[in-house]
T-cell receptor, first 115, second 113 residues
Framework: KAGVTQTPRYLIKTRGQQVTLSCSPI?????VSWYQQTPGQGLQFLFE???????NKGNFPGRFSGRQFSNSRSEMNVSTLELGDSALYLC??????????????FGPGTRLTVT | GDSVTQMEGPVTLSEEAFLTINCTYT??????LFWYVQYPGEGLQLLLK?????DKGSNKGFEATYRKETTSFHLEKGSVQVSDSAVYFC????????????FGAGTRLAVHP
């Protein structure tokens, strides 16, 4: 099976711009979660989508949003970029048959640099 | 709120040394516990997991036991290799429902020949 893919792998944006990141989960997986990784804050949960619905959300401002399509692919969007948004954004997919936590498989991440 | 605390790194060992990376957690309810590993330039890989008290997760020579009485999930390996050099993250799942993971700060391991 192909793993989780994320595009693009690297991105450089200017403060104030917006950006869209994409994640394709493992075939058959219905849940996609997004995480932000920074040296200062570590790994932080952004949100999770399941069957095109956001079912969990972390403590991030409304500038961070996401969506999931019928094929389970997911995108996250960050508007009005700030320097502090520079980070590695990781996507994770899981089959997630129930409400409990299931094994998650991470993509390689998108490295976003805001200048 | 729920949280995970890991020992600070870096941890530097010689090849074939014994490894312990401490992890303790604070959680309400009955979380699942995970260890993930991140190699340079890559995403996270699930190393092992435990879903209930006294469960032992194991993989690739690594082991960790879910200890509810001490709220701990320490990672151990009897004999490390240079290829084990990476950053290790302890994580708690099930807090807040579904697939949300709460991660520790990570512990960098460097193994020298």
């Amino acid at each position: 099976k192909a793993g989780v893919t994320q595009t693009p792998r690297y991105l450089i944006k200017t403060r104030g711009q917006q950006v869209t990141l994409s994640c394709s989960p493992i075939s058959g997986h219905r849940s996609v979660s997004w995480y932000q990784q920074t040296p200062g804050q570590g790994l932080q949960f952004l949100f999770e989508y399941f069957s095109e619905t956001q079912r969990n959300k972390g403590n991030f401002p409304g500038r961070f949003s996401g969506r999931q399509f019928s094929n389970s692919r997911s995108e996250m969007n960050v508007s009005t970029l700030e320097l502090g948004d520079s980070a590695l954004y990781l996507c994770a997919s899981s089959f997630s048959p129930g409400q409990g936590p299931s094994e998650q498989y991470f993509g390689p991440g998108t490295r976003l640099t805001v200048t | 709120g729920d949280s995970v605390t890991q020992m600070e790194g870096p941890v530097t060992l010689s090849e074939e040394a014994f490894l312990t990376i401490n992890c303790t957690y604070t959680a309400t309810g009955y979380p699942s516990l995970f260890w993930y590993v991140q190699y340079p330039g890559e995403g996270l890989q699930l190393l092992l997991k435990a879903t209930k008290a006294d469960d032992k997760g194991s993989n690739k020579g690594f082991e960790a036991t879910y200890r509810k009485e001490t709220t701990s999930f320490h990672l151990e390996k009897g004999s490390v290799q240079v290829s084990d050099s990476a950053v290790y993250f302890c994580a708690l799942g099930g807090s807040g429902g579904y697939n949300k993971l709460i991660f520790g700060a990570g512990t960098r391991l460097a193994v020298h020949p």
